[in-house]
């Protein structure tokens, strides 16, 4: 456990609930594709007396003095994105993934603009242009989804619909996509109707910086993340372009959307990017990947009916429409039952998103505890094990899985707990 003696005498009620959060991670098993384990050094350096310092603009044209180490730690942060990435120009400011993209509207587009994205229902994500978030409120937008049949975006089908809607940016990537991005189609598609490719590469920027997804470096013009994902860093977001999108992508974020940035926060990523540069690092990234298909196989071979019929990724789209049982309801019992994912809408879902077929799963998590194949059969078995009790209304057979969940993770310490 943690240590926090001064946050225990001034407030006991918090300093409680951050050691019960903790003790929580420690003994699930966390399987949401968007979540990790950031290293103790990623946690120190993103609590530090960098909270106090204001630094608006950029290193060595700030607003305010004092900025002689924030200065270097950002420029640090900067290089160490453009070299594991291995691109022109790095912007480490964006609060999260969702300002990181609304930088790039303000870059490129007027209100009205037509933009193109995947549907969030087909696993795109809400800044892509979906109708409910301001991008798709304030731009003109236009969706692509997946094949019925394959659970696959068709390429023809995005080329057709750019061609038709002309759109300024055409975004790929998103939240709900198990299988490997096509960078080079869509860039073909972006230079064929004239519009700038953005890739979202949030879900999957470890992958990437670890050789286990192929880059968009040299197809996307503009790259987007969050970095507490796959990259395994705290939570924020960085912009990435070539030189000639440089001065519009470092204006858009401050002054355009943002002010101070959280250098505590920069610090944090400047540390995640480090170990992200790691020979380990790699070894985690490939390893996600292949716990990511033993589980699907281990689910598969217990009648799941997986989106896409497998992963390729991090990621694992279930739909359960064939096992009688709606994602929310499998998704609490599974909770119960010790397994934290997360209940989500599968393409061509006939329900409701807040009630849909579908459940989320990914492997970034337990891989950095260090959890194999041999363990991924496990899980697969006390997933199926806590649905079939979710069916039955069994809570004493969720309790007693996650008695045996405890068994497991006892045995694999959790990075930064
Ligand atoms: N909320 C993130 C996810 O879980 O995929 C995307 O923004």
């Not at 049949?149 to 057709?160: A, I, N, S």
């Not at 470890?206 to 970095?227: F, K, Q, R, Y």
């Not at 960085?238 to 470092?250: G, K, P, R, T, V």
């Not at 069916?391 to 006892?410: M, P, R, S, W």
Request: charged residues 20%; proline residues 5%.
């Amino acid at each position: 456990m943690q240590n926090y003696p001064a946050l225990h005498s001034v407030d006991p009620e918090i300093a409680e609930l951050v050691a019960k959060e903790e003790q929580r991670q420690r003994e699930k098993i966390r399987l949401i594709p968007s979540e990790n384990y950031v290293s103790k050094a990623v946690l120190e350096a993103s609590g530090t007396v960098l909270q106090n310092k204001y630094s608006e603009g950029y290193a060595q044209k700030r607003y305010y003095e004092g900025q002689q180490f924030i200065d270097r730690i950002e420029e640090l942060a900067v290089a160490r994105c453009k070299s594991l990435f291995g691109i022109a120009h790095a912007n480490v400011q964006p609060y999260s993934g969702s300002p990181a993209n609304l930088a790039i509207y303000l870059a490129f587009c007027k209100p009205g603009d037509t933009i193109m994205g995947m549907a969030l229902p087909a696993g795109g994500h809400l800044t892509h242009g979906w109708s409910v978030s301001i991008t798709g409120k304030f731009f003109r937008s236009v969706a692509y989804g997946v094949g019925k049949k394959t659970g696959r975006v068709d390429l023809d089908e995005v080329r057709e619909l750019a061609k038709r809607e002309r759109p300024k940016l055409l975004w790929c990537g998103g939240t709900a996509i198990p299988r490997t991005i096509d960078f080079s189609g869509f860039a073909s598609i972006a230079k064929e109707v004239g519009a700038i490719l953005v890739a979202d590469i949030a879900h999957i920027a470890g992958l990437i910086a670890g050789g286990a997804h192929p880059s968009p470096v040299g197809h996307a013009e503009v790259i987007s993340t969050t970095t507490h994902k796959t990259l395994r860093g705290p939570r924020g977001g960085m912009l990435m372009c070539n030189q000639e999108h440089a001065s519009l992508i470092d204006k858009a974020v401050f002054p355009g959307l943002q002010g101070g940035p959280h250098n505590q926060t920069t610090a944090g990523i400047a540390v995640a990017l480090k170990e992200a540069e790691a020979p380990e690092f790699k070894k985690y990234a490939h390893a996600i990947v292949e716990n990511a298909r033993a589980l699907a196989a281990e689910l598969q071979s217990r009648g799941y009916d997986l989106v896409s019929g497998g992963t390729d990724n991090h990621l694992i789209l279930v739909d359960l429409t064939n096992k009688n049982i709606p994602g929310k309801k499998a998704a609490r019992a599974l909770d119960r039952a010790g397994m934290e994912l997360n209940y989500n809408t599968v393409p061509f879902d006939p329900r409701k998103p807040f009630d849909p077929s579908g459940i989320r799963l990914g492997t970034p998590a337990v891989t950095s505890r260090g959890m194999g194949v041999a363990e991924m059969k496990k899980i697969g078995e006390f997933v199926d094990r806590g649905i079939q009790a979710a069916i039955k209304e069994d809570e004493a057979a969720l309790d007693h899985i996650f008695a045996e969940v405890k068994q497991l993770t006892q045995h694999f310490s959790a990075p930064g707990l």
